[in-house]
């Protein structure tokens, strides 16, 4: 070793050989590697990661969401509750997503704040109301929520009730309909018991027209009319028997009631109220445009007979003429004394009215009632109402699709008798007033549905929807029937009143029975 030589140390590299391996910090040298990325690789590294910590249950209660926006709309939840309900349970599972509602579409939107991406979906589907499993959804919502079962299970779960055939069969469902409208043939439309059996059948016919147009779209679009224009047409030549045994008000109203859309207009008003201005407008017009497609078809089909039975149109005529005449003159009244003391104007034009009542000509609720017809043909006593309102309320229910053995069909058919009792008594002090008697009805129903979710854990819209739709049928009764006088436009009109009149009892009942109780921290299944 030389003099000017350099002592070293025995760690040198020199010495020992060792090279670096890390010359930079490990967090750079990833920054530096996600720089040289493009998006898609660098997205896909980084969910590399996210891996690791559980992102299968994420995507277990994405789906489930996504399932349970399905099951609602396929099974006819109330339509302004969907979004608040998903967001309600999208909060709970911790999970970050939006919800927007349109006719016949959500779309959900799921979030991740760490990567600051999105992903959307669009869930379309059409439905009918089934309360049966409508309550089940509701269920395994509640189950998760809760945190009794794991979303991939309630998935599942949902799964096997999207797939599962319908409660009853189509010739159930036929039968169904025959009963339904036999049975507010006599009690909403002052029907006979001959006429309840003519109703009856016509609803046969439009229960078997309604299956082929399920299965043909081109005569889907003129099912509603084609049917109005059959059932009106059969009733008006029926009435026209020279006997006079059979009602053309009772039977054209009573045939077409399992295809009014109460239940639509219904929801539509109840998203109006509740500001969700984008469905409760395109619901509510095309609700009324289908109402005036049947009234349109009732008045065609009325009409299109006493084209071909002028003698009967000739006897209408000189019918309404003898009940309500008017007659205008014009020229100069002079009195036969001084009674009039100068406070009749001498020279003018003077209207004279005459109005027969209508029971005097034994006409009843818009029928020829004469006191001499045996009892089959007269209207039904008060008395058959305490039969008639549970049967009807039952079969309306298991027309829903509820399920014959379950706990919530006693309820509902206690609530619905309700419902018509709070109805008929209050058109017994209020005349001439559907939406106001509608809304006393919607009050009680309101009233009885909460209270059995609140204190007895039911599930309120189930149980109350068949209370509900009782009163579009008694309510349009009151309005003069769904023949509206003759007029098909007064139908839309009508329905509007009674509609308003239940949105505003539900929603008052609702505030009633939520001012009481401890606040629910998930959204309210409820009307």
């Known amino acids: 070793m030389s003099t000017n030589s350099e002592v070293m140390d025995p760690d040198d590299p020199r010495v020992t050989g060792v090279k670096a391996t890390y010359l930079e910090d490990p967090y750079d040298i990833e920054k530096n590697t996600l720089r040289q990325m493009d998006y898609r690789h660098r997205r896909k590294h980084l969910m590399r990661v996210k891996i690791e910590f559980n992102v299968t249950s994420m995507v277990n209660r994405q789906e489930f969401l996504i399932k349970l926006a399905r099951a609602l709309m396929t099974f006819g939840a109330p339509s302004h509750r969907i979004e608040s309900q998903l967001i309600a349970a999208a909060r709970i599972l911790e999970v970050e997503a939006e919800f927007i509602h349109l006719p016949g579409v959500i779309i959900c939107s799921f979030g991740d704040q760490d990567l600051g991406t999105s992903e959307t979906h669009f869930v379309k589907c059409a439905g009918r109301l089934a309360l049966g499993a409508l309550h089940k959804v509701h269920l395994i919502y509640r189950s998760v929520v809760h945190d009794e079962i794991s979303a991939k299970k309630a998935s599942k779960e949902l799964d096997d009730l999207l797939l599962a055939p319908p409660l009853y069969s189509a010739a159930f469902r036929c039968l169904l309909a025959f009963c339904l409208s036999a049975l507010i043939c006599p009690l909403a439309f002052g029907g006979s018991f001959l006429d309840m059996w003519v109703a009856g059948a016509g609803a046969l016919i439009m229960s078997l027209l309604q299956l082929c147009a399920a299965k043909s779209s081109l005569y889907a679009n003129v099912f509603e009319i084609t049917v109005s224009i059959f ?44 500001k969700n201005i984008v469905c409760g407008s395109v619901k509510m017009v095309y609700a009324l445009i289908y109402t005036l497609f049947l009234g349109f078809g009732l008045q065609i089909g009325s009409d299109f007979y006493l084209l071909i039975d002028r003698s009967m149109r000739h006897k209408l005529d000189a019918l309404a003429s003898s009940l309500s005449s008017t007659v205008t003159l014009t020229g100069s009244w002079v009195a036969d004394n001084s009674t009039d003391n ?31 017809f045996p009892w089959y043909l007269q209207s039904f006593p008060t008395w058959t109402a305490f ?71 039911g599930t309120a819209f189930t149980s109350m929807v068949t209370g509900v739709l009782f009163l579009v049928p008694s309510g349009l009764s009151q309005a003069g029937g769904i023949t509206a006088n003759g007029n098909g436009i007064d139908i839309g009109g009508a329905m509007i009143a009674v509609t308003i009149g239940i949105t505003v009892g539900l929603f008052m009942s609702q505030a009633l029975v939520y001012m009481f109780g401890t606040r629910k921290n998930a959204a309210v299944f409820s009307f």
């Open 342 to 372: 100068g406070t009749l104007p001498v020279i003018g034009t003077w209207t004279f009215t005459h109005a027969v009542p209508s029971n005097q000509a034994d006409i009843v609720d818009g029928c020829y009632r004469p006191k001499h």
């Open 387 to 457: 039969l008639i309102v549970p049967a009807f309320s039952l079969l309306s229910s298991l027309a829903n699709l509820q399920p014959f053995r379950s706990k919530q069909l006693p309820v509902m058919v206690v609530i619905s008798c309700a419902s018509y009792a709070s109805n008929k008594i209050a058109n017994h002090y209020i005349f001439n007033r559907s939406d106001v008697v509608s809304a006393i009805g919607a009050f009680t129903v309101g009233v009885l549905g909460n209270a059995y979710s609140r204190k007895m854990g």
């Open 231 to 274: 059932v009106s047409f059969s009733s008006r030549g029926l009435s026209s028997i020279r006997s006079r045994i059979f009602c053309y008000t009772a039977i054209s109203s009573a045939g077409i009631v399992g295809i009014l859309p109460g239940y639509l207009i219904l929801s539509s008003s109840l998203e109006l109220a509740s």
